[in-house]
């Protein structure tokens, strides 16, 4: 009798406690957002396949800087563009909000993206002084390397599965796949390394570089070569940082050249004041017999403000993913209205929650750049600035710049 009765408290003090914690979790289903597309895909297909800006648009316009959307199988995130919301989780809050674990695995499994022969050509001369021969030749094997690397789809996939894998497991699939995706991941994986060996060689034939050179491989041949245990590098280290550099250039220096030169090309007149303010600095370098130098670069006001509207209007990674590490609040610089009609300015959000910041409608919002926001205006950085929160993002690992 006792045994059923403890057993009854037990079973009744369960049923309470789960139904407090679904109680008192915080929820955003009073949040508005688009139904959605698939439950396997959830809207991140849309976001991931659509052009840039596409999905953004409509949702903002149809729910403002913030909606529900969802994510594969079914599960809640929240699209955020509003700036006040996206500063305070990029900046204020420190680490309080982490990158969300499946892209994390994922960057195991695909080393975060992927090159094209034009991207890892660029790279290479740029900061290695290496000539792969990519463009020459679509043959090169460091060029096959990065061709086609991973499909979109297959991408998305990966990034969904990932969230399940622990790091061994996900090197494990890594190592021994034996599918053709995960075959074409190795093969990238061995050339790359291969190419880098070859560039740390090359330098450290040459004699170890004087320390007044700066170019990337002679840093890390200097630091493979240092007498101090705290700054010296093993071969294996280095190999694999000239390998993360290459990955990191992704897609985004041939989308950051390939959309400069479109905007060159439609607008001729900034095509003109850009060769002139260009060739005016060539003039000044070599009148005292020298080269342009970075500091030269970071000199001439419209090229930079030309660079800067280029990543405003076409930004390179135009969303990032975080999750808060617990309950928070998000401040919004305008309110939204719920599903129920209630107006808020600020917005809980729970532990682990996906939050995707949307870089390219925040680029675009007409109340911080203005009624001319779509048009591609470099001498809106010229003249005097208001005082705006601007957001531009340049990569997945550089800081947000607020101005």
Not at 227 to 242: C, D, F
Not at 289 to 297: C, N
């Amino acid at each position: 009798m006792e045994n059923r009765i403890a057993l009854s408290v037990l079973a009744g003090s369960l049923v309470v406690y789960l139904l407090y914690r679904r109680w008192s979790k915080i929820s955003i289903s009073d949040v508005p957002g688009p139904r959605w597309q698939s439950f396997w895909t959830g809207n991140i297909k849309q976001l991931r396949h659509e052009e840039v800006i596409t999905m953004d648009t409509e949702w903002q316009t149809n729910f403002g800087n913030v909606a529900r959307i969802w994510y594969p199988f079914g599960r809640e995130a929240l699209w955020i563009s509003d700036p006040q919301a996206m500063k305070y989780i990029l900046q204020k809050s420190g680490y309080a909000f982490e990158k969300i674990p499946e892209r994390r695995i994922a960057a195991k499994l695909i080393g975060d993206g992927g090159l094209d022969g034009a991207d890892a050509h660029v790279i290479s001369i740029a900061l290695f002084g290496y000539r792969t021969g990519c463009l020459e030749n679509e043959d090169n094997e460091l060029a096959k390397g990065y061709m086609n690397f991973l499909p979109s789809s297959l991408r998305l996939m990966f990034e969904t599965l990932a969230e399940y894998l622990t790091v061994p497991i996900a090197s494990a699939l890594y190592l021994n796949l034996p599918t053709r995706v995960a075959a074409k991941l190795r093969f990238n994986r061995n050339v790359a390394h291969r190419v880098a060996e070859e560039l740390l060689e090359t330098k450290l034939s040459q004699g170890l570089p004087r320390t007044d050179k700066r170019d990337l491989m002679s840093i890390f041949a200097q630091a493979c070569k240092s007498m101090h245990a705290h700054s010296r590098m093993s071969r294996y280290e280095v190999i694999s940082q000239v390998r993360t550099i290459m990955f990191a250039g992704s897609e985004t220096t041939t989308n950051a050249l390939s959309f400069a030169l479109l905007e060159l090309a439609k607008y001729p007149h900034y095509q003109r004041r850009l060769r002139s303010e260009i060739r005016a600095m060539e003039e000044t370098v070599r009148a005292r017999g020298d080269e342009i130098s970075p500091a030269e670069v970071e000199a001439m006001p419209f090229l930079q403000a030309f660079i800067k509207e280029v990543l405003r209007l076409h930004p390179l990674v135009p969303y990032m993913y975080r999750q808060p590490v617990a309950n928070d609040i998000i401040p919004l610089s305008k309110p939204i209205t719920t599903r129920s009609g209630q107006v808020i300015h600020e917005l809980p959000v729970p532990a682990g929650l996906r939050l995707v910041l949307s870089i390219p409608s925040c680029n675009r919002d007409k109340d911080i750049w203005g009624e001319d926001a779509e048009i591609f205006n470099p001498d809106r950085y010229l003249i005097p600035p208001r005082e705006r929160t601007i957001v531009i993002e340049h990569s997945e690992n550089c800081s947000v710049s607020v101005h």
